[in-house]
């Protein structure tokens, strides 16, 4: 580890370099990458960048590592930047690396049992999009799609039909209408109620013109390959952003392979589109493993484990306090993002302890203002979604005036005979927060991330020792503890058949009542425990044995007995 000095030192040289970003805005890839450079530079045994892939662009996909490598654990994954509008959580990864590499003794610590891997951007070629102008929201990575199956591509995007710089929505008053104007100044539109005699006026379409002709506006906007839904379980095949097939994209088949690769990685967080940390999973679209099915006897599972969802749900809970919530937020579009997401695969699939989290959402930050008098509440729309919409709004155009445009009429080309308006909210605006907000939120989210890691299990020989028999022969008796909060071995781990179990394997001995290598049950965390006894007989008269206690992801512990010892 570096000397005490060094490591100020490199915090000071960060923050040199990184400035006030979280005054002045979000980082570009040059940005990052530089700051990922000289955090590794700085010292080469703790820290390592490497480049994991490239994308379909050519773009690097970069992978840093902080603390050494060592086999057996306990390690993390972090990933973000998946969906090309979530630059706030490729911001967070950032910064956790720079509270990582910050000297202090609480990450000193840390890396010293723990090694963490951060790829801040999974996507470079979509979150370069974010800095496009005129703005708009491309969750996918670069490349054009044939959305509406007309044999042609790209040839009906968005364009900025008045000028200001992004492409928000327009509205347009038309016999066709299926919108009514509802809120403050008919700020916002709802669908029209048939049932209470409501009849719409409006037509609500994307920015731009029906280019191809089809009465369809700007379906080919962000038709590209979506990284954030290309992984396996549960594949949205056929939909719009689906790939031909599961990994199909560079980086994202690379980081599977990584995983495969690093065992050791018992834990992956996931910044980005998923969630199931505001709103813990419901317990009704779970995978009972007791449930036996199919032709091996149990079913393929894409859900989460049922068993292990009172840790996923305990987890959770520490979470929303930590951001000052009282209760679940729903997450809109959740649903959608765990289908082919990193998360539900590295639970499902891998059997790993998965968490994911937005970092801030509009519905999050309406669940953190103050309560409501009930005169400001007589003042909000009757329609509940509306009153949430002028609620957020009120409170972002304090903090970031371009997150929303009052509507101005435009001259729209498709319909030369009508009343036309553009505004809305930017197209970022309900996704990632402003800049004001970022060193908050990143102070919150490096506590959890470390918190995160500290959960990791840690098995260890808690006791070890021999006992003197007849004819030359030993009774070992072993007592193994895992002192972590997670258990050494998922319910979906040993579901999914891919995490090997915890296991003893005896050196300069022959075990003659079983076998040399012992399979352990899994181990509760904080404090679970399984005791053995084996006969043994020391190899060529030996006076020494070793026993070594292996876990794929939760350490290893190594004791050498000698036979003078014996009782």
Same mark, same amino acid.
């Given at each position: ?319 929303? =306090? ?54 400001? =509440? ?140 012992? =399979? ?48």
């Amino acid at each position: 580890m570096l000397k005490r000095r060094a490591w100020r030192a490199l915090a000071a040289a960060l923050a040199v370099m990184t400035g006030t970003a979280g005054a002045e805005g979000y980082r570009t890839a040059a940005d990052t990458e530089q700051v990922l450079r000289r955090a590794a530079a700085a010292n080469l045994d703790t820290f390592e960048f490497s480049e994991l892939a490239r994308d379909a662009a050519d773009n690097p996909v970069w992978l840093f590592r902080a603390g050494p490598e060592r086999p057996g654990g306990p390690a993390m994954l972090v990933a973000a930047g998946l969906d090309g509008r979530h630059i706030v959580g490729s911001e967070i990864a950032l910064r956790f690396i720079e509270r990582l590499a910050d000297g202090s003794e609480e990450s000193e610590k840390l890396l010293s049992e723990h090694t963490i891997y951060v790829v801040t951007n999974m996507n470079p070629a979509g979150l370069a999009t974010w800095f496009d102008s005129p703005t708009r929201a491309h969750s996918g990575s670069t490349g054009a799609s044939d959305s509406d199956h007309d044999g042609e591509s790209g040839e009906d995007l968005a364009e900025d039909l008045d000028g200001d710089g992004a492409i928000r929505m327009i509205r347009v008053k038309h016999p066709r209408g299926t919108h009514i104007a509802d809120g403050k100044d008919g700020a916002f539109a709802r669908p029209a109620d048939a049932m209470k005699g409501e009849r719409g006026e409006w037509l609500i379409l994307s920015e731009g013109r029906d280019n191809d002709g089809d009465e369809r506006w700007n379906e080919e906007e962000d038709g590209a390959v979506s990284v954030a839904r290309n992984f396996p379980t549960d594949f949205p095949w056929f939909e719009k952003g689906s790939a031909s097939n599961p990994a199909d994209q560079p980086q994202v088949h690379a980081l599977i392979d990584f995983l495969y690769d690093n065992p050791q990685i018992g834990t992956v967080v996931v910044l980005g589109t998923e969630d199931n940390l505001l709103t813990a999973p419901d317990p009704e679209k779970t995978t009972d493993p007791d449930v036996k099915g199919g032709r091996w006897g149990r079913k393929p599972s894409s859900l989460p484990n049922k068993n292990d969802l009172p840790l996923l749900r305990k987890v959770a809970e520490e979470y929303r =306090k930590s951001l000052g919530l009282k209760g679940e937020v729903s997450t809109p579009g959740a649903s959608d993002a765990a289908q082919g997401g990193l998360a539900r695969f590295a639970s499902v699939a891998l059997g790993r302890f998965a968490v994911a989290t937005p970092v801030w959402t509009s519905n999050m930050q309406l669940a953190l203002l103050p309560e409501l008098s009930d005169e400001e =509440k007589k003042a909000l729309p009757e329609n509940g979604e509306i009153a949430k919409l002028q609620r957020f709004r009120d409170w972002l155009v304090e903090r970031d005036p371009q997150g929303w445009a009052a509507w101005k009429p435009i001259k729209h080309p498709d319909f030369p005979d009508h009343d036309a308006e553009a505004g809305g909210f930017a197209p970022h605006a309900r996704i990632v927060p402003p800049p004001a907000l970022l060193d908050d939120l990143a102070t919150t989210h490096t506590l959890f991330l470390m918190e995160t890691a500290r959960r990791a299990p840690k098995v260890a020989i808690e006791s070890a020792e021999l006992k003197r028999l007849e004819r030359g022969l030993f009774e070992l008796r072993l007592a193994v503890r895992n002192d972590g909060f997670l258990p050494d071995v998922l319910h979906q781990g040993v579901y999914s058949s891919l995490v090997r179990p915890t296991r003893i394997e005896i050196e300069g001995a022959d075990v003659l009542d079983g076998p040399e290598r012992i =399979k352990l049950e899994p181990l509760a965390g904080n404090g679970g425990r399984t005791e053995m006894r084996r006969v043994v007989h020391l190899n060529d008269g030996g006076k020494t044995l070793t026993v070594r206690l292996v876990s794929d992801m939760a350490g290893r512990d190594e004791r050498v007995l000698r036979t003078d010892d014996a009782e």
